[in-house]
């Protein structure tokens, strides 16, 4: 089984920088593969600091004497959703790249385009319609927020979703007035560039946005500690998280992270059982398991456990694992050969801590290509590595519970705090599980669906800040205080006393 590149590839993958497709200044590059075949399809140039240095430079000018920061927010606004138009008008050809680069099956690489654009619609109609506080003491004194944006924004993504994972940042942080240098994942570099071609025939100037691809440890490294970009934007596993927070520090670089998760969701007794079976297979299995908020662990409650476990099986059965570019695929091949190791060693791991009920290897009639069966372990203990660490891939864990109180120390009970699911029918047990669980973000009888307006964001490993609404809009400016005196100004009269 294999799959054709698309068509009308460049011959190479390139930085984008003060407006011009370029390679590395000292012709570095590295090899892109293609989930299906695990062959080298195309080849990207591999930034290195110089690359870097190039870029912000570029970013810097931009912010400190180009038109973007200075338009009016009406003005960027009708840019935004140009270029949310764009990527819209784009979106067959968008998803074909994903899925190609990724891995991801098809169906599901088209809904990212959207949501991609729906980011810049949303911002560039929050940017015109911010408003900051002014106070005022009567008689006395005005104050009021004279909000500013930062300077060169550094954005730092993932391979999963990368094309819509990018749009949550460049989007607030453009639409802000910020210029950016973005660095995409390496496993999957095929759709940054073109942002590059969106945001030039949207209006967007020369310089504001860059992008440099390349490794973490090399263009990434670079990026974090450059000390003309004080802002650090990254997505991705909690281990990078705690390495840039260390090579920010000296810097004191604002930073957002948002990093891994190991995400529970607990099925109450009560629950609507067709409805949340729908919903915890899909949050396991959809984007090949590779989402940050994937609901990897299912706690069930002990009276409904065993029909659960028999019902879910049959469900992660009958998935249908297919080529990615397949319609009727729902899971499609695993981003990377590394990646694949990954998963595979926590699927024979989990053979020893818990019951292989589905899937387990590799699905048959794939000899090759980084595909993994939809897999289930059941009676899985808390302490178990399975139940403790990301796995990132079409992989869950099953565990029974007796009492509220035993679920909600299970949930609790992992070094993530991103996301949970609860399902129940009962109202007051839905929002105290809810107020209680140790998660950024929680969904009741529902699944991963989220307005733009709300916070996103981890706690404990799964991240530091939050984004979303009117959240990206303070990461990505400064509110300045601006204080008048509207009588005499009183200071204590100093070096008057002779
Ligand atoms: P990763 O941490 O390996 O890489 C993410 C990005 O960081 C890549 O662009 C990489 O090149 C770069 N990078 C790596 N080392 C770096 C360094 N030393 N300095 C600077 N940059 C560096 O993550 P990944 O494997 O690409 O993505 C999967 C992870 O992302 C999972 O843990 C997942 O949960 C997480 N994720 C989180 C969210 C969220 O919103 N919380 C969303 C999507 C993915």
Known sequence: MTQHPPTGLPDKIRHFIDGTFVDSVGGETFDVLDP?????????????????????????????????????????????????????????????????????????????????????????????????????????????????????????????????????????????GNTVVLKPAEFTPLSASLWAEIFREAGIPDGVFNLVNGLGEEAGDALVKHPDVPLISFTGESRTGQIIFGNAAPYLKGLSMELGGKSPAIVFADADLEAALDATVFGVFSLNGERCTAGSRILVQREIYDDFVERYAERAKNVVVGLPSDPATEVGALVHPEHYNKVMSYVELGKSEGRLVAGGGRPEGFPTGNYVAPTVFVDVAPDARIFQEEIFGPVVAITPFDTEEEALELANNTAYGLAAYVWTSQLKRAHNFAQAVEAGMVWLNSNNVRDLRTPFGGVKASGLGHEGGYRSIDFYTDQQAVHITLNESHSPRFGTAK
């Open 36 to 176: 299906v075949s695990n062959k080298t399809y195309i080849r990207a140039a591999a930034g290195q600091k110089a690359d870097i240095d190039l870029a912000v430079s570029a970013a810097k000018k931009a912010f400190k004497s180009g038109a973007w920061p200075r338009l009016l927010p009406r003005e960027r606004a009708r840019i935004m959703h140009r270029v949310a138009d764009i990527v819209e008008s784009r979106d067959a050809q968008l998803a074909e790249l994903e899925s190609f680069d990724s891995g991801l099956p098809i169906t599901q690489a088209r809904g990212q385009a959207r949501r991609a654009a729906e980011n810049f619609r949303f911002f560039g109609d929050l940017i015109v319609a911010q408003h900051d506080n002014t106070f005022k003491v009567p008689d006395r004194q005005m104050n009021y927020v004279n909000r500013k944006p930062i300077g060169v924004a550094g954005l730092i993504t993932p391979w999963n979703t990368p094309f819509m994972l990018e749009s949550w940042k460049l989007a607030p942080a453009l639409a802000t």
